[in-house]
C-alpha cells in the first residue's frame, strides 16, 4: 500500500483518465469491504469534499487545498495509519484514491449536495451536485453525506431541507448510511451565510434533523463540538460524528474539545479534514496519529 502519492503514480493516474477512464469507475466499484461499525463501533473519517463546493482555504492560505496532487499525497499519508477508517469526498476523490489502491478496506462515503457553492448569494440552497442514492448504492459506497444548513429567512433552505430528507429516505430504502451535518446558520450584514455559534440553536437543528426522512435507522449526524456537548448529543439518539473545521493556531483545543465530547455514548468518532490533513504545526502523520489515540485508543 502507498504511504506517499510519487510524481510517477500521480501521472499514471492522469494519463489513466485520458486513455482508461473507466478504470476509475471500476477500481471504485471492485475495491474490498468492510462493515460500517467496524470491531469498535467507532470511526475516523478523512473529510475531504471541501474542493467539490470551492471551499479551498486552510491555515490562512486561500488556496491551500487546491493542489490535488499535494491533496491527494496528503490523504494518502493520513490513510497509511490503519486506524484511519475511510474518506468522505466527492466522486472525483474518492475514484482518484480508488485507482491508487488505497480506499481497500476503507468506509468510502460520497458527499452528496455541494451546489451550496461558498461565497456565492445561493449558498444556502445546497442543490444535489455530487452522488445520488442510486449511484451510492451502484458503486459500492458505504454511505451519502448531505450538508443542511438552517438559516430562518432563505427560502432555498426549505428547498435543500426537502431535498435532503427525500435522499435520507432513498439511502434508507437500500440499508446505506446517510451521514447528515445539520447546521444553523445566518446571514451577516453583507447578506452572507455564517455559521451560527449558539448551542440552542444548535440543539434545534439537531432535532429537526433526526426526524428527517421516512427511515431514521441509518442516518448518523455529523456535528461540531462545543461545551455543552451533552446537550447537543442528549437531542439525538442517533450516533454522532464530530467535523474537524480549521481549527487553525488552537488545534490543542480542538483535540481537547474532541475528547471530551468522546465522553457521550453517542458521540463514536470523527469526520475532520483540514484539522488533520493541513495541520497548523507538525506532519499529517502526527495529527493523524492523535486522533487515532482519541477515537480508537481505548478500544485497540
Do not use: C
Not at 431541507?161 to 444553523?184: K, N, Y
Not at 468518532?269 to 504545526?281: E, K, Q
Amino acid at each position: 500500500m502507498l504511504t506517499h502519492l510519487d510524481e510517477t503514480s500521480y501521472r499514471a493516474l492522469i494519463e489513466a483518465r485520458i486513455f482508461e477512464p473507466k478504470s476509475l469507475q471500476t477500481a471504485l466499484v471492485n475495491r474490498s469491504r468492510r462493515s460500517l461499525a467496524g470491531k469498535d463501533g467507532r470511526l475516523l473519517i478523512l473529510a475531504a469534499d471541501h474542493t467539490a463546493r470551492g471551499k479551498l482555504a486552510a491555515g490562512g492560505d486561500p488556496l491551500a487545498i487546491a493542489d490535488r496532487y499535494t491533496m491527494l499525497d496528503r490523504i494518502v499519508r493520513a490513510l497509511a495509519n490503519p486506524d484511519v477508517d475511510g474518506v468522505l469526498a466527492s466522486a472525483d476523490i474518492l475514484e482518484e484514491l480508488a485507482w491508487l489502491g488505497v480506499l481497500e478496506g476503507r468506509l468510502a462515503i460520497g458527499t452528496m449536495n455541494r451546489g451550496g457553492v461558498i461565497g456565492t448569494q445561493w449558498e444556502l440552497d445546497d442543490r444535489m451536485s455530487a452522488y445520488d442514492a442510486d449511484h451510492v448504492a451502484a458503486y459500492g459506497l458505504d454511505g451519502g453525506k448531505m450538508l443542511l444548513r438552517i438559516e430562518d429567512t432563505d427560502p432555498g433552505v426549505a428547498r435543500t431541507i426537502e431535498t435532503v430528507a427525500a435522499a435520507i429516505t432513498q439511502l434508507a430504502d437500500r440499508g446505506i448510511m446517510s451521514l447528515l451535518e445539520p447546521l444553523p446558520y445566518l446571514l451577516n450584514d453583507a447578506g452572507l451565510a455564517v455559521l451560527d455559534e449558539s448551542d440552542e440553536r444548535l440543539i434545534k437543528v439537531v432535532a429537526i434533523a433526526s426526524g428527517l426522512g421516512s427511515s431514521s435507522a441509518h442516518t448518523w449526524l455529523k456535528l461540531p463540538t462545543t461545551d455543552r456537548m451533552a446537550e447537543v448529543a442528549g437531542a439525538t439518539s442517533m450516533p454522532v460524528l464530530m467535523l474537524g473545521g480549521d481549527p487553525g493556531k488552537d488545534t490543542a483545543q480542538t483535540f481537547a474539545r474532541w475528547e471530551n465530547a468522546m465522553k457521550e455514548p453517542n458521540v463514536r468518532g470523527l469526520v475532520a479534514g483540514r484539522a488533520l490533513l493541513y495541520p497548523h504545526a507538525g506532519t499529517v502523520e502526527a495529527a493523524v496519529r492523535q486522533a487515532s489515540d482519541l477515537v480508537h485508543g481505548a478500544n485497540r
